[in-house]
């Protein structure tokens, strides 16, 4: 089975500094990785998605952006960070041939 | 695109009652719904699931029923306990390669 993995778990950072967080994938190989946001007691918002190396779809344009530099590797970055950026960011998988995600611990950022 | 629609947004039951949450969606081609539950903190974790080729599924007190006519489908909790005291979320998708759409969610408190 696949055990998603996240990193860091905690971040505070200051407006306008870069960001840069991490999602590695164990356990299958070329899965579909979904980046996520979750403000505070809100829902969950897709942010960006990739089928593969190289591949990513952005479903909400904003100041983020997303890499998938390897196949089980998904990074969310930002150049400059907003106050509104704050949340819990979680990475998710799913099989190539399947529909069942998984959910990855998650970041929480605080941006001050 | 997908639209998904949960109620309540709040539901308060006394220890050992049940609770249902419901869920609506839009687009007729879904048929793969599942149910997040996220403890507080944590991530959101697969409780169960349905596909549209069967209508009612159950695990221990957990069900879900699925109205493919009425674009609907719920969650039924049996005997709550306060540990299923959570926010739970329905999703839909149209299968294997397609996005999931995520309802708003039901923060459930059991009082012991």
């Known amino acids: 089975s696949q055990t998603i993995h996240q990193w860091p778990a905690t971040l505070v950072q200051p407006v306008g500094s870069p960001l840069s967080l991490e999602c590695t994938v164990e356990?299958?190989?070329?899965?579909?990785l979904y980046w996520y946001r979750q403000a505070a007691g809100r829902g969950l918002q897709l942010l960006f998605y990739?089928?593969?190396?190289?591949?990513i779809s952005s479903e909400v344009p904003q100041n983020l952006s997303a890499s998938r530099p390897q196949d089980r590797q998904f990074i969310l970055s930002s150049k400059k960070l907003l106050l509104s950026d704050s949340g819990f960011y979680l990475c998710a998988s799913s099989l190539d041939n399947t529909d069942t995600q998984y959910f990855g611990p998650g970041t929480r950022l605080t941006v001050l | 695109g997908e639209n998904v629609e949960q109620h309540p947004s709040t539901l308060s039951v006394q220890e050992g009652d049940s609770a249902v949450i419901k869920c609506t969606y839009s687009?007729?081609?879904?048929?793969?719904f599942p149910w997040y539950k996220q403890e507080l903190g944590k991530r959101p974790q697969l409780i169960i699931d349905?596909?549209?080729?069967?209508g009612e599924k159950k695990d221990q007190r957990i069900a879900v029923t699925l109205n493919k006519t009425a674009k609907h489908f719920s969650l039924h909790i049996t005997e709550t306990q306060p540990e299923d005291s959570a926010v739970y979320f329905c999703a839909a998708s149209r299968g294997a390669g397609n996005m999931l759409t995520f309802g708003g969610g039901t923060r459930l408190m059991v009082k012991p």
């Open positions: 990739s089928v593969g190396i190289g591949q």
């Open positions: 349905i596909r549209s080729n069967v």
């Open positions: 356990g299958t190989s070329n899965p579909n």
């Open positions: 687009d007729s081609a879904s048929n793969y």
